[in-house]
């Protein structure tokens, strides 16, 4: 243990004042740091600051380490002593596995039978057919031994190049799918170009990929990005409108934000003070005629994209 873990004698005060000064080094835990800025927002002086600091220099599997404590800090030292002491019995449990395991191996070495015999084997039956096999090779012919050899070399080599063809056809995949995902991004990138009703954010993109994912395992597979614009558009309003509707008033505020509310505000204005028509520029209705029978209007993709 001493050969893994070695202390070496704490630095002088002049290098723990240095560390004191020093604060924002990146040796300092996180903790310490945060201990640190508590104890000069409460007004502790410098003095006082580098005696919660001590410096240590270990020796850890050959490699030198620095660790910095608080040593006013009891629960942090309880935690350190903790690691050492679970470190230290990990290590004696490691020595004493390889010393059980350095012994079966010695033991299976100079009585290879008693072992197989505790293991369940029966050394004679294990022995009978290792001596049959060998008797029998024996007996081959040259021609049905090189048979043989060449049949173990054919298997080999199947198992060998169905290992090869499934990493193939795995890359193979994962290249398809990559440039499926690169393709179909860069169509949604000229769709939404064109479309101004929605945004280009990651919740609008998530949203068309998901219904052109709806619509693929719904027997459509030539739905395109720009087919299913107008029903992300529909699906979005309603739900951003599902959760307006539901918020208080002062949240809504919040959440748009003045400069929102200012554009509302003045698109009312503009709205409400628009001249209404005057009754001469007001044409008569046109006389209503009899509804004519039409036939069946054919649905739109829209209206089959999400019902």
């Known amino acids: ?95 004493e596995l390889k010393k059980i395991y350095s012994q079966e191996i010695d033991r299976l070495r100079n009585d290879p039978f008693s072992v197989l015999q505790e293991l369940g084997i029966d050394p004679d039956e294990l022995s009978y057919s290792h001596l049959e096999r060998k008797v029998l090779e024996s007996q081959k012919s040259p021609e049905e031994q090189e048979r043989d050899r060449l049949q173990k070399e054919l298997e080999e080599l199947r198992g060998k190049a169905k290992q090869d063809e499934e990493r ?6 994962s290249r398809l799918q990559d440039q499926a995902a690169q393709q179909l991004d860069d169509e949604i990138d ?60 002062e949240f809504i505020e919040e959440f748009i934000g003045q400069r929102g509310m200012d554009r509302l505000r003045k698109k009312r204005v503009a709205q409400a003070t628009q001249q209404p028509k005057s009754a001469a520029n007001v044409k008569p209705a046109a006389p209503t005629k009899a509804k004519e029978s039409k036939p069946a209007v054919r649905r739109s993709l829209e209206d089959f994209l999400r019902g």
């Open 168 to 173: 193939r056809i795995k890359a193979e995949q």
């Open 1 to 95: 243990m001493s050969d893994e873990l070695e202390m070496v004698d704490a630095p002088e005060a002049s290098e723990s004042a240095e560390a004191a000064e020093g604060i924002e080094a990146s040796d300092a835990g996180e903790q310490l740091q945060d201990q640190i800025a508590e104890a000069k927002a409460s007004g502790a002086s410098k003095k006082e600051i580098q005696k919660m600091i001590e410096k240590f220099e270990l020796k850890v599997n050959g490699k030198n380490v620095v660790k910095e404590i608080d040593l006013s800090d009891k629960e942090a030292i309880k935690r350190e002593l903790q690691l050492a002491l679970a470190g230290r019995q990990t290590m004696q449990e490691m020595a």
């Open 190 to 249: 000229s769709a939404l170009d064109e479309y101004k009703h929605l945004p280009r954010s990651p919740r609008v993109v998530k949203h068309i990929a998901s219904v052109m994912m709806w619509a693929l395992d719904n027997g459509m597979p030539d739905v395109t990005v720009k087919d299913v614009l107008p029903t992300v558009e529909k699906e979005l309003k309603k739900e951003i409108s599902d959760i307006i509707e539901n918020l208080p008033e």
